[in-house]
């Protein structure tokens, strides 16, 4: 079992940035995939990037050269900088874990999840 406790959201105004924290329990975070999901009212959970194992990384195309995923394994976190902020980034932001080989963008593919942080940006 991972266990998974995300921090670092609320509210902001367009352009500005946010560092989100994903603290994970129970297996050392560079022996699992990492990732992070987004979903706002009314829509599906959105993939927005993954960590592998190796470290290699991959990201929406939506949030490509403004998010940066990274692994701080003394602290055995996950972190999710997000850079130029959109309205559009407005969204529940979770992080997800899976101890597998293959990490897809589809929800479905990851097996644990934290509760989430409320991401909101503002024009």
């Known amino acids: 079992q991972v266990q998974l406790v995300e921090s670092g959201g609320g509210l902001v105004q367009a352009g500005d940035s946010l560092r989100l924290s994903c603290a994970a329990s129970g297996r050392a975070i560079n022996h699992i995939g990492m990732a992070w999901f987004r979903q706002a009212p009314g829509q599906e959970r959105d993939f927005v990037a993954l960590i592998r194992r190796t470290g290699t990384t991959r990201y929406a195309d939506s949030v490509k050269g403004r998010f940066t995923i990274s692994r701080d394994s003394a602290e055995n976190t996950v972190i999710l900088q997000m850079n130029n902020l959109k309205p559009e980034d407005t969204a529940v932001y979770y992080c997800?874990?899976?101890?597998?080989?293959?990490?897809?963008?589809?929800?479905?593919?990851?097996?644990?999840w934290g509760q989430g942080t409320q991401v909101t940006v503002s024009s």
């Open positions: 997800a874990a899976d101890d597998g080989i293959v990490f897809g963008t589809a929800p479905t593919t990851w097996r644990f």
